[in-house]
């Protein structure tokens, strides 16, 4: 695992742009896993604006979204799909067929969840998967207790996710219980993962997932088997880690992070 401690939350969207973008130049047809919520904002304005400042395109590139929530449309305000729309595949050149969401309106969600596991496979599965992390130590909807080798299915959502979420439905509308999400063990078949975390309400989970033990109590620890995981903190997210001068002294402010990755190249492991 990988720690990288940015002197501000401002940096920390930074780095991890940098590699999402180091990513699509090394390999335009590169699989992305993506996440949504709110840490994930900044950053894709980032990413968009660091490729364009390198005319990187983003036609080729292929993605697959972690969960979207059971019942919604595509079209729904809250939804997933809605919200990577807006905020990243409407504003760049990518192919919209080369999306993809779960279908939360599907009829058999958990027959969806199944096709869903089964396109990731024949897409050659992902080459870098991107994730945020909840309250409860989270990924993706596995929520505490989830098997460490869970495939991708329906999960019904803890009451503190439900209540994390609520502030983005209108007022008298009901935040749907369940979610189609990768499982953690599609998870942990990505290529390389990064884990983007910023503020303090994540420094428990952050310090969990990390210190932590090994443990399905906290999803996110099952990072600690994965050979090339990048987790990229703000000082606020990694203000619990007991271990944080050493995570400093390893990877010092201004050293260009790489990826321990198989789709990056030499020339950006050497920089
Ligand atoms: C959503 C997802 C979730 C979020 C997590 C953090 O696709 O994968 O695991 O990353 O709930 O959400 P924010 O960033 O809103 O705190």
Known sequence: MKVLICADTKTAIQRAAGLMTACLREKPTAVFGLA??????????????TARTEDLSFAHMRTFNLDEYVGLTATHPQSYHHYMHELLFSRVDIDPTNTHLPNGAAPDPATEAEAYEQAIRTAGGIDLQLLGIGHNGHIGFNEPTSSLCSRTRVKTLTQSTLEANAKHFDPGETPPRFAITMGIG?????????????????????????????SAACPASALQLHPAATIILDPDAAARLHLRDYHQL??????????NSPICSRREAAR
């Open 250 to 259: 390893v990877h010092p402010e201004g050293r260009e992070p790489v990826l």
């Open 36 to 49: 949504t919520g709110a840490t994930m904002e900044p950053l894709y304005s980032e990413w968009i604006a």
């Open 186 to 214: 599609t998870i942990l078949e990505a290529r390389a993962c990064i884990l983007l975390a910023t503020g303090s309400a994540k420094a428990d989970a952050v310090m969990r997932m990390i210190e932590g033990p090994l």
